[in-house]
Structure formats: C-alpha cells, structure tokens
C-alpha cells in the first residue's frame, strides 16, 4: 500500500505536469490561430493583421496554469479560467486552443462539486462565454467556435458528472463489502462465543454429574471400608463406572476442539435411549432413581434436542447427589405432549444414609447447572422452573418445544 503521502506528492507531479501541457497546447493552438491563412478574406486578413495577440499570449498561458489548483479550488480555477478566456475573446481574438483549459477546470467541478454547482457552472461558462466571443470576435455571435463551445461544455459535464457517479458507485461498493466484512467477523466471533458457551455447558454437565458420583462414593467407601468390606467394593466399582463413562464424555467433548484427525472414533451424543445407562449409574452411587415415559414418542427428534433433554436430567440427577445424597429417592418421568418434550425430576429429599464428613464437599458451591438447564431449554423455545416440592425434596420441571410442534398440535385437536 502506497504511503499517503507519498500519493498526495505523486498526485501533485501529475498537476503540474497537467496544468503545463494545457498552457503549451494552448499557447501553441493560440499561435496557430492567430496566423494567416491562404485562403481567407480580405476583411479577415485585415483583421488578423491590426489583432496582434501577443499582449494575449499571458491570458492563455495563465489559464492553463490555473488548471493545477483544480483538485483544491475547482470552481475558483473554473471562475479564473472563463474570466481570462473570456477577455481574450472580448479583445478580438478567437478563442480556440484556449477552451482547453475551460473544460478541462468544468471536468473537474462536475467531477468533484454536487450536481447542481456543476450545471450552474456549465450554464454561467457557456453563457459568459459565447458574449465574450459574439460580441468581441470576427465570426459574430453564431461563427467561429461559439456553437463548438457549448457543445463541448456539455460533453464536459456530462463527462464529469458521469465519472462522479462512477466513482460514487464504486465507494458504496467498497462500503458495503467493509460492511459486509465486518459482519462476517462479527458472527464468526457470535458462532465462536455459541460454540464455547456449549462446551462448557457441556463440560460442567459431564464433569458434575461424574465427579458428584465419585464422591459420593468415595465417601460411602471410606465409611463402610472397616465394617463392609464387600459395600467398600461395590462403591469403587462404581467409582471406576463412572470415572470411565466420564471420560468417555468428556473424549467426545474435547474432540470438537481438536483441530488434526485422529484414529479412535468420535463418540456420539448422549439421547434419550441412554438414560437408562445413566440411571443405572446413579442408582448404584445410592439414589434410587426410576424412569417412566409417556406419551406417544414421535418417530424422530433432532439430535440436539434429545443431548439437551439428556443433560437436563444428568443435571437434575447430579443435584439430587451433592444435596441428597445416598439414601434419597428419585423419579424422571419424560412425556411427550402434543409437540412438546417435558421432563419432571424429583426427589424425597431424605437425608444421607452416611454422614456429612464422609462425603463432604459434595453440596459445596452454587454452581451453573440451573443457569445451564434453562439456557438449553431457551435453545428449543422451552423453560425450567426448579424449586422445593410440597412435602418435602426438589422437582425440577423442563419444557422443551420440539421443532415442528406447531403442526402435531394442530393436526391433534
């Protein structure tokens, strides 16, 4: 990319350079012009003869110098280029060569001033000067190079003007495609900040639910090991279950992350026909936990429909582990209601079979997991309301909408 001012100096040569080629084409068509001819008439010969331009020659040459100020004062140098051009033709002399640098001074002011100065400045040029050159030139107000000149003015507005448009054009495309740029990035950054918002939804559930099991029954075991033994092995047996389906998740977890292929497969997303493994899990870590459906189950749901129902509940289960504890009792009851997918996990609330030193640690901390339920929830159009339950215990009730729900509602009155 070019230096700005390095553009500006480049920009300045090609000015200059400009403006004195305009002076030496005028001055020299001046030259021509005033030169007589073969075949002209007498009259005309007399007065080419007693019209000696050279006191002119510094009104033509100024004029094409003025166009190096174009860029900066284009409808000054447009002024001073139809007043000198203008007294040249009111001396007598014929203005030809000279009008170089009139159009070239109108270009401009069509090119970079609003539309309407441009054609007020092409009317004010055309008018000023076909008085000039009728009123003091040897061809009358119809001959010489007063009908050529409004021509020419036109063409030089139109010109300018045209290229003002294009120019134009080419700005608002170049706007719109910075814009569009920037709202690429922008919701590539919204798609990047989604995506991590899901991992780590992703990860608190899973690294939770497995981590809650673990002490839970790492403080079972640590209770019973003296007096059963054989309890003390069930509990790190299930400790090994649930460190193993653990990584397993968090594997599959992490593997979105990674950015080369490897060999071992990816595993796929946890669904509704895996909550019985879980609740297997969490049954053995001492909650006894039942699971019921109801309701006639469409024949498919979205994927991310059934991970989101899936960690409600691991959720769900994993709070009644850090605040139940072993010992409490547990339902999951999952229906389908007329396009909408809603789930009630509830517990007795009953206190721990072990006691609080064993297992401490497991309720500490508020935690994200309602937070997160309810952002999964609001994914599907859904919601989450959790709170104690009459009696005693907690319910955690989820609906989630499943897409298309709309229709299976209408079709079912």
């Known amino acids: 990319m070019q230096h700005p001012a390095w553009a500006r100096v480049r920009s300045r040569v090609h000015d200059a350079v400009l403006a004195i080629a305009i002076a030496g084409i005028a001055l020299a068509g001046s030259l021509g012009e005033e030169t007589p001819k073969q075949h002209v008439t007498a009259s005309e010969l007399r007065f080419l003869q007693s019209h000696q331009p050279h006191f002119a020659y510094s009104l033509v040459v100024l004029a094409g110098l003025a166009v190096f100020w174009r860029r900066q004062w284009p409808v000054a140098v447009l002024a001073v280029t139809v007043a000198l051009t203008a007294a040249y033709a009111a001396a007598g002399f014929v203005p030809g060569a000279v009008l170089l640098a009139v159009y070239v001074a109108l270009y401009s002011v069509a090119r970079i001033e609003p539309r309407t100065t441009a054609i007020a400045g092409g009317t ?16 009358g107000w119809l001959g010489g190079t007063n009908t050529v000149m409004v021509v020419c003015v036109i063409a030089a507005v ?3 003007l ?4 294009r120019q134009q054009v080419f700005v608002t495309m170049q706007e719109r495609a910075e814009r569009a740029e920037r709202e690429r990035e922008e919701e590539a950054r919204r798609r990047v900040d989604a995506e991590r918002l899901r991992i780590a939804r992703e990860l608190h559930d899973v690294v939770a639910h497995t981590m809650s099991m673990i002490n839970i029954q790492a403080g079972v075991a640590a209770h ?3 007096e059963r033994p054989e309890q003390a ?3 790190l047996t299930a400790i090994k279950e649930a460190s193993r389906e653990g990584l397993r998740e968090l594997r599959a977890v992490l593997n979105v992350l990674r950015k080369v292929e490897e060999s071992e497969d990816t595993a796929p997303a946890p669904r509704l026909d895996q909550l019985a493994a879980l609740l297997d899990a969490t049954n053995q870590a001492g909650i006894r936990t039942s699971l019921s459906f109801e309701g006639i189950r469409p024949p498919s749901l979205p994927e991310g429909l059934e991970l989101a129902a899936y960690r409600i509940i691991q959720e769900s289960l994993t709070n009644v582990l850090r605040h139940a504890g072993p010992g409490a009792c547990a339902t999951v009851r999952v229906s389908f209601q007329s396009g909408r997918l809603v789930i009630d996990v509830e517990d007795d609330g009953k206190p721990a079979l072990v006691t609080a030193g064993s297992v401490a640690g497991a309720g500490v901390g508020a935690g994200a997991g309602i937070p997160g339920m309810r952002e999964r929830a609001s994914a599907f159009g859904g919601s989450v ?3 104690p339950r009459d009696g005693g215990g907690w319910r955690v009730t989820a609906v989630l909408e499943v897409p298309g ?3 299976i509602r209408q079709s079912g009155r």
Do not use: D, K, S
């Open 124 to 139: 004010v040029t055309a008018v000023t000067l076909f008085i000039a050159t009728g009123a003091g030139g040897p061809f």
């Open 158 to 160: 139109a010109i300018g």
């Open 405 to 407: 729900g709309e229709q």
């Open 162 to 165: 045209a290229v003002a448009a």
């Open 224 to 226: 019973v090991l003296g």
């Open 385 to 387: 309301a959790a709170g």
């Open 233 to 235: 092995a069930q509990a």
